[in-house]
C-alpha cells in the first residue's frame, strides 16, 4: 500500500533542505527522501581522529541570499568571516577588502612586468563587473522576504531592486562569450591569461570569471564546517514536524500517476513532487509513452536534451591532517587560498594535451600519462582550505588539518578505475601535490603530514549520484540544456511533466550555492500557491 503525501521533495543537499524547510514553515506537509545516510550533498563537512574538513563546498558565498535565508527559516547559525587569500609563488595577497584588487593588481604586474598594458586592461573590466556585482549580491535579495506583505519594504527597496537587477543581469548577459574567447581578444600574454581563468571550469561564461574577484569578501565559514547549514535546516524541519527520510533512494518514478519507489521498496503517491538531485537521474525513469500524446513530444525532447548533456567538470581532493600549528598557515595566507605555485600556467596541458591522452588511451604508456600529471599538479591552481584558520575548534591543539583540490577530469578517472589501477594512481597524484606545495609554499608540509586521505571525481559522483561527478551542474564545454539564465530563473523550475518541478544545480546555468537556494524558494513558493 502506498503512502501518500501532498509533497515529496527527492534530495536533501542544501536545495531539497531549502525548499522543505520553506513549505514546511508555510504549515504544508512535507516528506523528503535521501539517499544517504546524511543530509547536504556537495554541502558536507565529517571530522577524522579530532580533523574537521569540508568534504564539498568549502565556504559559502553570501551573494545577499545565505544570511537572508536563514534569518527567514529563523535558524541561527554563527557564519564566521572566511578570509580570501591569492597567491602565484611566493606573491601571496589577501583579497578580503574592495581595495584588494589593487594588491592584485601589483601582484600580476610583479609577475608579469613585459605585460603592464594587459594587466591593466583585465583589471579595467573586473572593477566593472564589482560594481554589477555590488548592484546584484551587495545587498540582500528580497527572494527571503514577502515583499507583498510590507508595504514601505515593497515600496522603498523592492521595486528598485528589481529594476537595478533587471538592468545589471542584461548586462552581464551581453558577456555570456566563453571567458577563453573573451580574454584571448583583451590579452597577448597566454601565460597571464592561464593564471587569470585557469582555476574556472572550461568556458566558463565571461561574466561569472570576471566577477569571481568580487565574490571572495563576501565568503563564511559557518561554525563547525559548511556542513553545519545542511545539519541546522534537518533540525529546524524535524522540529517544526516536517520528516526527513534518510537512507531512501528513490529507484522508481512513474510521473504520470505520480508515484514513486525508494530502494527499500517503499511506495508513494503524491500532488507535487520537486526533484533536488540530479536531472539525468531523473530522464533516466521517465517513460515518456504513459503521457498522453499532447504531453509526450515535449517530454521526449527534454529528456533527450538532459540525457546527452554531460556535468562541469569535477575536482581531485587531498585531505591532509598535519602537524603543524594554525599560526604556521596564517602566516602565510588566510584560511581559503587559491594557489598557483608556477607563474607558467597550464597552457595546454589540460586542453589539447589532455585530450590527446584520451584519444590515444590505449597506446598512452603509463609513465608518459604520469609525466603529464607531474606537469598538471605543479602548474595549476590549488584551491586551499584551512578550517581551522576560520574556526580554531576544527583541529586538535597545535595541529592543522588541510585541503587541497584542484579541477580535474572525471573521464581519466574513470578508466583509470575500470583498469584497475586507482589506488596506485591515487597514491601517485597526493605524492605530486604533497611535492609541489612543499616545493612552493609549505616547506615543511611534506616531513610533518599525520594522515592524508583523497577524493576524486568517481567518489563525487558514487556520494551524490551527480552526473561526471560535477560539482555545479552542467558543462560549458557543450550546449546547456536547460533555458534558465539569470533573467529567466523562474523558467527553470518547470518541468514538462505536470505536478513534477526540478530546482538546485541543475535547473540554471551558471549554477551554485545561491542559485540553487533561489530556485528552491521558487519551487517551494509555486508549489504553495498551488496548493493553497
Ligand atoms: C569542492 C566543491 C567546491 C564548490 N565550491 C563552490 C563555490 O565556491 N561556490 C558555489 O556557489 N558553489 C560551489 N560548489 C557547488 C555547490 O556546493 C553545489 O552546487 C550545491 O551544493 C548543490 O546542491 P544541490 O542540493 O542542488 O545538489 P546536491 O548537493 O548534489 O544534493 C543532491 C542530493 O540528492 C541526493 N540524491 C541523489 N539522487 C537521489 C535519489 N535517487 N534518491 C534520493 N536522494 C538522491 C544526493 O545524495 C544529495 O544529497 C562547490 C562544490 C564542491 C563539491
Redo the contacts with the bound molecule.
Keep these: 500500500m502506498a503512502e501518500h503525501h501532498r509533497i515529496i521533495i527527492?534530495?536533501?543537499?542544501?536545495?531539497?533542505?531549502t525548499a522543505a524547510t520553506s513549505l514546511a514553515m508555510r504549515d504544508h506537509e512535507v516528506l523528503l527522501?535521501?539517499?544517504?545516510t546524511t543530509?547536504?550533498?556537495?554541502?558536507n563537512s565529517f571530522t577524522r581522529d579530532g580533523f574537521l574538513f569540508d568534504?564539498?563546498?568549502?565556504?559559502?558565498?553570501n551573494a545577499g541570499m545565505i544570511k537572508p535565508m536563514l534569518e527567514e527559516l529563523q535558524i541561527d547559525l554563527p557564519l564566521l568571516p572566511s578570509k580570501v587569500s591569492l597567491g602565484v609563488e611566493d606573491k601571496i595577497i589577501s583579497a578580503d577588502t574592495p581595495e584588494s584588487l589593487r594588491d592584485y593588481e601589483l601582484l600580476l604586474k610583479e609577475l608579469y612586468p613585459e605585460s603592464t598594458k594587459d594587466v591593466e586592461r583585465v583589471i579595467k573590466v573586473i572593477r566593472k563587473f564589482d560594481i554589477y556585482m555590488q548592484v546584484l549580491f551587495g545587498s540582500d535579495s528580497p527572494f527571503f522576504k514577502d515583499a507583498k506583505r510590507d508595504i514601505r519594504y515593497y515600496l522603498s527597496t523592492f521595486i528598485l531592486w528589481i529594476i537595478r537587477f533587471l538592468a545589471t543581469g542584461a548586462a552581464i548577459m551581453r558577456m555570456r562569450m566563453p571567458m577563453e574567447q573573451f580574454l584571448n581578444g583583451l590579452l597577448e600574454n597566454k601565460a597571464l591569461i592561464d593564471i587569470i581563468s585557469q582555476h574556472f571550469f572550461k568556458k566558463t561564461p565571461a561574466f561569472f570569471a570576471m566577477s569571481y574577484f568580487s565574490l571572495y569578501p563576501d565568503y563564511y565559514y559557518p561554525q563547525g564546517g559548511v556542513g553545519s547549514i545542511p545539519n541546522a535546516l534537518r533540525a529546524r524541519l524535524t522540529e517544526i514536524g516536517s520528516e526527513v527520510r534518510t537512507g531512501?533512494?528513490?529507484?522508481q518514478l512513474d510521473a504520470h500517476r505520480r508515484s514513486l519507489t525508494?530502494s527499500s521498496g517503499n511506495q508513494y503517491t503524491y500532488d507535487k513532487l520537486i526533484w533536488?538531485?540530479?536531472l539525468k537521474?531523473l530522464y533516466r525513469m521517465i517513460a515518456a509513452e504513459e503521457f498522453p500524446e499532447s504531453e509526450r513530444a515535449g517530454i521526449l525532447k527534454e529528456q533527450e536534451r538532459i540525457l546527452s548533456s554531460r556535468g562541469a567538470e569535477s575536482?581531485f581532493?587531498l585531505f591532509l591532517a598535519v602537524d603543524l600549528p594554525p599560526s604556521y598557515f596564517s602566516k602565510i595566507s588566510e584560511g581559503h587560498f587559491f594557489y598557483t605555485p608556477s607563474r607558467t600556467g597550464l597552457g595546454e596541458l589540460h586542453r589539447a594535451d589532455l585530450a590527446a591522452i584520451l584519444d590515444g588511451w590505449q597506446q598512452l604508456s603509463r609513465d608518459a600519462f604520469y609525466s603529464w600529471l607531474e606537469s598538471f599538479c605543479r602548474l595549476n591552481t590549488y584551491?586551499i582550505s584551512l578550517p581551522v584558520l576560520n574556526d580554531s575548534s576544527a583541529a586538535p591543539e597545535g595541529q592543522s588539518g588541510l585541503i587541497a583540490?584542484f579541477l580535474f577530469d572525471y573521464e581519466l578517472t574513470r578508466r583509470i578505475d575500470e583498469e584497475g589501477w586507482y589506488d596506485e594512481f591515487e597514491k601517485r597524484i597526493s605524492e605530486m601535490m604533497i611535492d609541489t606545495l612543499t616545493a612552493s609554499v609549505y616547506g615543511a608540509l611534506k616531513e610533518h603530514i599525520l594522515f592524508s586521505f583523497a577524493a576524486s571525481p568517481l567518489s563525487?559522483e558514487r556520494?551524490?549520484?551527480?552526473s561526471e561527478g560535477a560539482?555545479?551542474?552542467w558543462s560549458f564545454e557543450q550546449e546547456v540544456p536547460i533555458d534558465a539564465g539569470m533573467l529567466n530563473m523562474k523558467k527553470a523550475i518547470l518541468t514538462p511533466m505536470p505536478d513534477l518541478y526540478r530546482?538546485?544545480?541543475?535547473t540554471v546555468s551558471p549554477?551554485?550555492?545561491?542559485?540553487?537556494i533561489m530556485t528552491a524558494r521558487m519551487a517551494a513558493d509555486l508549489v504553495h500557491t498551488e496548493l493553497s
Design positions: 527527492v534530495g536533501a543537499g542544501i536545495t531539497g533542505l527522501l535521501e539517499k544517504n543530509c547536504g550533498g556537495l554541502v568534504g564539498g563546498i568549502r565556504a559559502v558565498e531512501a533512494e528513490v529507484v525508494d533536488c538531485a540530479d537521474h575536482v581532493t584551491e583540490s563525487i556520494n551524490v549520484y551527480s560539482i555545479v551542474g530546482a538546485g544545480q541543475w549554477a551554485g550555492l545561491p542559485t540553487c
